[in-house]
């Protein structure tokens, strides 16, 4: 309707099995860094019946690769209560033989100067989920207790408020059962950001995979079109 933005993918596309490094997937952009690729997931444990349309970021094996799918498209926060939520699997933790940082949220990627995301590596805040919010550059940040877990599907849920003043960070394996594991009042930014999941290269062997079942985006307009 003119008061609501919604877009839902459950990635139902021939994506190549081999690995894709640019185009288009639905609604979100593909982009594979160096030795980096999305890819169509039907055998590895994050398959499922109930997972239909599953999609695989790889972020390979060499200085700077990195694995993204963003929306072409971007959004405010503020103007309307914006929800941006996940449903992910990742295979194999970040360790120090294969380390790799991983993305979920609101972020201009670049310079990472304007941010709304949670973020995560071995080596930072002992593998738990670290919540950002960071408008041209100054961020806040906050270590949530919660830690990372592989071989399950986890959802996780940003909620923008409508003044776009506040953003909650919410963590589950299921919808039903997400919990608030954090909440950030300061530096959100005013500028627009695409969405996106992005996983990237940083030492080590081959680092694991992350697969993506879903991306959901939804604003209520607080002024309709």
Avoid at 43 to 54: E, K, L, Q, R, W
Avoid at 135 to 147: C, D, E, P, R, W
Avoid at 205 to 215: Q, V
């Amino acid at each position: 309707s003119s008061a609501n933005l919604i877009l839902f993918d459950d990635f139902l596309y021939p994506a190549p099995v081999s690995g894709m490094t640019i185009g288009f997937l639905g609604s979100f952009g593909v982009a594979g860094i160096g030795t980096g690729y999305v890819a169509t997931n039907t055998t590895s444990p994050a398959y499922s019946t109930n997972h239909p349309g599953i999609v695989t970021l790889y972020s390979g094996a060499a200085a700077g690769s990195k694995a993204q799918l963003t929306t072409n498209q971007t959004v405010y926060a503020g103007g309307g209560e914006l929800i941006v939520e996940f449903g992910i699997y990742i295979e194999t933790l970040s360790s120090s033989g294969s380390r790799y940082n991983l993305r979920c949220g609101l972020n201009d990627d670049t310079v990472n100067t304007n941010r709304i995301d949670f973020s995560y590596i071995d080596n930072v805040n002992s593998g738990r989920w670290v919540l950002t919010c960071s408008n041209n550059g100054t961020s806040t940040v906050v270590n949530s207790t919660l830690a990372v877990a592989a071989s399950q599907w986890t959802i996780l849920r940003i909620i923008v408020n409508a003044a776009g003043t506040s953003a909650q960070f919410y963590a589950g394996t299921t919808v039903s059962g997400l919990a608030l594991i954090g909440t950030i009042a300061t530096n959100l930014p005013t500028t627009r950001m695409p969405v996106g999941i992005t996983q990237t290269y940083n030492s080590g062997s081959p680092s694991g995979r992350t697969s993506l079942d879903y991306i959901s985006i939804q604003k209520t307009l607080t002024t309709p079109r």
